[in-house]
């Protein structure tokens, strides 16, 4: 029998081999968070070099680990969409700093593991299934890092050279990244700041590539979140940052549609819209965009001086700015899914959506039951790379 | 996929018990407190965590005792299961599962408090602000009230009339306005006084044909005959 194994043929072959890795994993997650604590704690005591790869706490990681392999435990007869799925794995541990000789590592502490959770129901014949198919998704992963490894660097040292503070809570970073990165407007890149090691968070670069190669990121201090404390505080002028690889599909439809843009913005959301807004400016033809930024308080349009200044420099752009807790400000008041329905029908435009989770959905289902098709919405989606 | 194979998919996990999240209650206060339910709930996951460890560790244990006993049956010698060097590997995985649970939860912990301090310093900030807003907006109505106040004195001292003429012509003014009110006065008093005189009037004859009906009735039951009275 080859040692590896291809697994469309092993399927043909017995088709019962699926069955019973489902069968021996469902048998295992009973236990839990136990089963990646276990696996975690028999890597590093077998491959002490391993731990710092990872951050001090590992309450998330586990979370991933064990998400991970429902997915692949569950997707395992529809191998395009695993296959997928894998090389996007391998392809973002790049960053993490992970090689080859940490898959083999990982792979004789998860048999340990599951040897262990099993007890009297691991056999040869299990241990075997469990091997082939640990060693496929294994070698579809490190294939991947290896092909992306001819394109791009894991990670992009990033210079801090410029710190902004906009709003009591949000900060605009200038970052140059070494080397030179390319992108497509709207896209984002997962930051790690050294104050907080092996935590990664993904931000949107607010510019379409610019000459000089620098990036601007708009950060807003999340209550209690580790890397957004570590971004706005004003100790971070000079510091280097990593940066991944860039991500994401919030991106101008290519070829354009000749459809007029409507961008919607809630808080930092601005940031991918504004890189969108400077590739349109680059455009020979630009669409009509109009944009509506919104946030709470008036404070918190901390980016409005430059958007009116882009306003009033190009003909195609409009620029509403909404509030939706200070009944103090000049201009639109009310949530952002209110004030964009009551500027009329965009149903014949493109629209392109960034902000908190609930004012895109919020927004998604006006413009939906408003007659838009689903095509002509565009929202963040970082599926699986998701930190 | 969501068959079958995976058939403790409907447990509870500590991982669910911290990021379940409920609908907001359509007339915003009709729900429970938020924070209240967030507290029982840290409760209850931090005792789903403390017994799944148990359950975990007594697991564990009956695995050990179960290989010693097949070590036993086999002929091995059992000590070797229970003080061997794969139970010292897994004895070291225990000790580190442990500690890492442990700085897990500090680091939770840490992150749980420095989100409190940064959520109540925005609601201080927010407070700060409102009220400061408020106490300009009240300064900035008390000085638009005085400067009102001052505007209108400022137009009640009026120019003083410039030549004799202008003053006699507004004495005169003056003086038929003074007479013209005080004619209407005694009118308007005159017109009162015939009022309260026709009300008094009217008062007096009602109290009189009320006695007089009165009195008649009494003079109709003496003598039974109604229709007789009229005539």
Redesign the interface.
Known sequence: MPRSVNWRRRRKAGPLDVVRLRESFAHVAMHGDELPLFFYSDLFIRHPEVRELFPVSMAAQRGHLVDALVKIVSQVDSVNDLTAFLQGLGRDHRKFGAVAEHYDAVGASLLATLEHFSGPAWTPELAADWKAAYELIGSVMTAAAGADEQLRPPWWRGTVVAYERRAFDVSVLFVRPEPRMDYLPGQSVAIESPSRPKLWRYYSMANAPRSDGLLEFHIRLIDGGAVSMALTSSTIADTELRLGPPVGALTLSHPVSGRDLLLVAGSTGLAPLKAILDQVAALQQPPRVHLFFGARTADGLYDLDSLEKMAAQYPWLTITPAVSADSKFTGETGSLPDVVARHGDWSGHDAYLAGPTEMVQEVVARLTSAGMAQEQIHIEDFGWSEP | ?TTA????ES?L???ELQTVTFPMSRLGRRGYEEEPVRGFLRVVHAEF?RL??ER?SL?QDV?RL?RRIIAGEAGSDPNAVLFGKEDA??H???I??TA??T??RY??DA??Y???V??EA?LR?DDIMREA?QHSDMLLEEAHARAREAAVSALNVSVPPQTDRERRAAQAELAYLRTYSDVYRAHLRAYTEGLLRGIEDWERKEAASLQEAASLQEAAQGHRDRRSIGH
């Open positions: 996929m194979w995976f058939n403790e447990r996990t500590p991982e965590v799944a460890n975990a697991w695995q179960r590997h897994i070291a995985v225990r580190l599962s890492q649970v700085a897990d680091v939770a992150q749980a420095s989100s409190r940064t959520e925005r900030r807003q």
